[in-house]
T-cell receptor, first 112, second 117 residues
Framework: KAGVTQTPRYLIKTRGQQVTLSCSPISGHRSVSWYQQTPGQGLQFLFEYFSETQRNKGNFPGRFSGRQFSNSRSEMNVSTLELGDSALYLC???????????FGSGTRLTVV | DQQVKQNSPSLSVQEGRISILNCDYTNSMFDYFLWYKKYPAEGPTFLISISSIKDKNEDGRFTVFLNKSAKHLSLHIVPSQPGDSAVYFCAASISRIGSGNTGKLIFGQGTTLQVKP
């Protein structure tokens, strides 16, 4: 089966801009989570969506937002980008009873 | 507040020997634990998990041990192979992944394993 697909793979943005990242989960998976990975902070949970509803949110400012569509595809948006937002953004999906989340390859965001 | 800690940033072992990666946690509400393996420029790959009702789970060369009283888990890889060289993350959750609950994962900082031929 196809894995979790994240687009784009790489992105360069300027401070103050906004960005939208996309994630297509594994077919049939209804739970989608987003994580930020940075060298200093490691992997940190951003938010999780299940059946188009945000079920949980991590400790990130309101500039980080997301949504999930009826086909379970998800997007996350970061507004007013800061240099510190440069990171690898990972999306993961899971179905009921799975052993663990399956991660995509991530989107590498660089803010200059 | 680092709820999940991997105190060894790196580990080097010889091919064929055992690799033991350790992880400690502080939140007694965690009831599901996972190990992921990560190569550069790729997302983490799920390896093995364990529920808090168990103290051991085995899958091929990988075994995870859970000591709830010590709030400690470990991943054993036997025998270690050069292809196992990667960063290993332990993660914890208060609910089973993908269930009706939130499934939020708290990750440790990772341990870089190098298996020498």
């Amino acid at each position: 089966k196809a894995g979790v697909t994240q687009t784009p793979r790489y992105l360069i943005k300027t401070r103050g801009q906004q960005v939208t990242l996309s994630c297509s989960p594994i077919s049939g998976h209804r739970s989608v989570s987003w994580y930020q990975q940075t060298p200093g902070q490691g992997l940190q949970f951003l938010f999780e969506y299940f059946s188009e509803t945000q079920r949980n949110k991590g400790n990130f400012p309101g500039r980080f937002s997301g949504r999930q569509f009826s086909n379970s595809r998800s997007e996350m948006n970061v507004s007013t980008l800061e240099l510190g937002d440069s990171a690898l953004y990972l999306c993961a999906s899971a179905s009921q009873g799975d052993g663990g989340y399956t991660f995509g390859s991530g989107t590498r965001l660089t803010v200059v | 507040d680092q709820q999940v800690k991997q105190n060894s940033p790196s580990l080097s072992v010889q091919e064929g020997r055992i690799s033991i990666l350790n992880c400690d946690y502080t939140n007694s509400m965690f009831d599901y634990f996972l190990w992921y393996k990560k190569y550069p420029a790729e997302g983490p790959t799920f390896l093995i998990s364990i529920s808090s009702i168990k103290d051991k789970n085995e899958d091929g060369r990988f075994t995870v041990f859970l000591n709830k009283s010590a709030k400690h888990l470990s991943l054993h890889i036997v025998p270690s192979q050069p292809g196992d060289s990667a960063v290993y993350f332990c993660a914890a959750s208060i609910s089973r992944i993908g269930s009706g609950n939130t499934g939020k994962l708290i990750f440790g900082q990772g341990t870089t394993l190098q298996v020498k031929p």
